[in-house]
């Protein structure tokens, strides 16, 4: 019988060898699996944010005027307005989920004091300096209450 302490392959079987665990070894595997697991989670979340921001910037050119353009098909107002406003949502609504999720893993993380400084350094700082981060919060939540509402 193997009785070292380590985790290995052995090649010929292709059995996976894992050797007892103490419950302190098992807590801290298990937390090394969550934690991987969530920043897995985050990196995912993070290529939808892109995907989302990508797909609006290959689909439409957004002139400073205010005006925009779709690039590969001529577009009236309305069907504009649904589809460039439906970009929209989804890359405010995956960058809000990122941003969530980023918070959830530092608070699991991180011990309280550590959390309540990084929040307060970091994600209440630009809440608080940067009107745009503000807009888009409430572009958001605005764009919610529009997409439940029906036009009569």
Do not use: P, Q, W
């Amino acid at each position: 019988m193997i009785k070292d302490k380590y985790y290995y392959f052995t090649n010929r079987t292709k059995e996976i060898k894992i050797a007892d665990l103490s419950l302190e070894e098992k807590i801290m595997v298990e937390n090394y699996v969550e934690k991987t697991r969530h920043f897995v989670e985050l990196f995912r979340l993070y290529k939808v944010f892109r995907c989302n921001l990508n797909l609006m910037l290959s689909d439409f050119i957004i002139y400073t005027n205010d005006s925009i353009l779709h690039k590969r098909m001529s577009l009236n107002e309305e069907e504009m307005y649904t589809l460039i406003n439906t970009y929209t949502v989804n890359l405010i609504s995956s960058g809000r989920v990122l941003v969530e999720s980023i918070e959830v893993y530092f608070k699991k993380n991180m011990k309280e004091k550590d959390y309540i400084d990084f929040r307060k350094l970091s994600s209440s700082k630009v809440y608080d300096e940067f009107f745009s981060y503000r807009f888009l919060n409430l572009l958001r939540n605005y764009s919610g209450s529009i997409i439940n509402r029906v036009d009569g």
